[in-house]
């Protein structure tokens, strides 16, 4: 485990990438999906070590729901999550689909919890690590 996040210590420094979130906000924004809203969100991250976020392609509403229990380990190798606080509900064959959108209340813990991000195209991005800050909300 050491050598891992000497790893990821290294990957930062040689991108030379600022610490946005630590361990204490990661951990607050995780508890505060699991208990303040009506479902946990789904997301796409990315880690320090990897080339490719997880899923690959996460551009339109999904129908699953984000495993904010044991998805996000180790907080400190995130280098960003893209939060989209909707899903599709499936309602049958012969019924169109139903999009469950809570936008407003993940807007809301976010800055309750003073955790900053930038929303573009229905999604919420929360940087771990960045390269500039100049663009992420806080208010």
């Known amino acids: 485990m050491e050598s891992f996040k000497k790893k990821v210590q290294a990957i930062v420094t040689e ?3 600022c610490s946005i979130m630590n361990n204490t906000k990661w951990e607050r ?63 049958g064959r012969l019924v169109d689909d139903e999009v469950i959108d809570i936008t407003e ?11 900053p991000y930038k929303e573009e195209n229905n999604a919420f991005y929360i940087y771990g690590y960045s390269a500039s800050t100049e663009f992420i909300r806080n208010d």
């Not at 208990?35 to 339109?60: C, G, M």
């Not at 999550?81 to 309602?91: D, E, F, L, S, W």
């Not at 209340?105 to 955790?115: A, G, M, P």
Request: charged residues 25%; aromatic residues 16%; glycine residues 4%.
């Open 29 to 91: 924004l995780r508890i505060g999906v699991l208990n303040r809203l009506p479902f946990t969100p789904p997301y796409q991250v990315k880690y320090i070590l990897q080339e490719k976020p997880e899923p690959a392609t996460f551009d339109t509403d999904v129908w699953y729901l984000g495993d904010w229990i044991e998805g996000l380990f180790p907080f400190y190798a995130i280098e960003w999550i893209k939060v989209r606080p909707r899903y599709v509900k499936h309602k």
């Open 105 to 115: 209340q993940f807007r809301e813990l976010l800055h309750n919890l003073h955790i």
């Open 15 to 17: 991108k030379q990438l």
